[in-house]
């Protein structure tokens, strides 16, 4: 089956600064990629998704890049604000409709 | 805009018993989906659910899960003899048929004591 890894675990940064999130997988079938942010005590809010046949994908300050052959996705934050803070995660759907496979999530934290 | 809907928000119960976990879909999703977070770790796929039937599960949905759709409304999750390692917050989410996108309800905190 589909195996996600996500790194970093946790990531600090200054107001202002960019955060890059990085996820790889392992299933060459993939082609729906997702992130979703969670707060704490809430639930994942999808934030931006990518499908396989584009290689980037922007929406204000969030985007995200898909490297097919390398098996690779990432999230890009630009000038973070303290309410980005949250726990991240990448997904991948290992080809199939009926359910994704989650990475272990980044803890973002953005000082103020 | 819709959203997701689940009860109870937590839910506390003794080992060995039954619960029963309900999401209501946002109107027009026909994709129903069971994930589960132990608390610190990462959303788990459990079950999902299309034309009233199972799509794919994993192996954590084992013989004591059960999932169904009794009134063409609400979606619910069954634990048949809850364990302490059933403990977690399970989320419920919704998909539009021949959309990728999967949309999450607030999750049920279960607590098995």
């Known amino acids: 089956g589909e195996n996600v890894e996500q790194h970093p675990s946790t990531l600090s940064v200054q107001e202002g600064d960019s955060a890059v999130i990085k996820c790889t997988y392992s299933?060459?079938?993939?082609?729906?990629f997702p992130w979703y942010k969670q707060e704490l005590g809430k639930r994942p809010q999808l934030i931006i998704d990518?499908?396989?046949?584009?290689g980037e994908k922007k929406d204000q300050r969030i985007a995200v890049t898909l490297n097919k052959t390398a098996k690779h996705f990432s999230l890009h934050i630009t000038e973070t604000q303290p309410e980005d803070s949250a726990v991240y995660f990448c997904?991948?759907?290992?080809?199939?409709?009926?359910?994704?496979?989650f990475g272990k999530g980044t803890l973002l934290t953005v000082n103020p | 805009e819709p959203e997701v809907t689940q009860t109870p928000s937590h839910q506390v119960t003794q080992m060995g018993q039954e619960v029963i976990l309900r999401c209501v879909p946002i109107?027009?999703?026909?994709?129903f989906y069971w994930y589960r977070q132990i608390l610190g770790q990462k959303v788990e796929f459990l079950v999902s659910?299309?034309?009233?039937?199972?799509?794919?599960k994993s192996e954590i949905f084992d013989d004591q899960f059960s999932v169904e759709r009794p009134d063409g409304s609400n979606f619910t999750l069954k634990i048949r003899s809850t364990k302490l390692e059933d403990s977690a917050m399970y989320f419920c989410?919704?998909?539009?048929?021949?959309?990728?996108?999967?949309?999450f309800g607030p999750g049920t905190r279960l607590t098995v004591l």
């Open positions: 997904a991948a759907d290992g080809g199939s409709n009926y359910k994704l496979t």
């Open positions: 299933d060459s079938a993939s082609n729906y």
């Open positions: 990518i499908r396989s046949n584009v």
């Open positions: 109107s027009n999703h026909l994709y």
């Open positions: 659910f299309y034309n009233n039937e199972i799509s794919e």
């Open positions: 989410a919704t998909g539009l048929a021949g959309e990728d996108t999967q949309y």
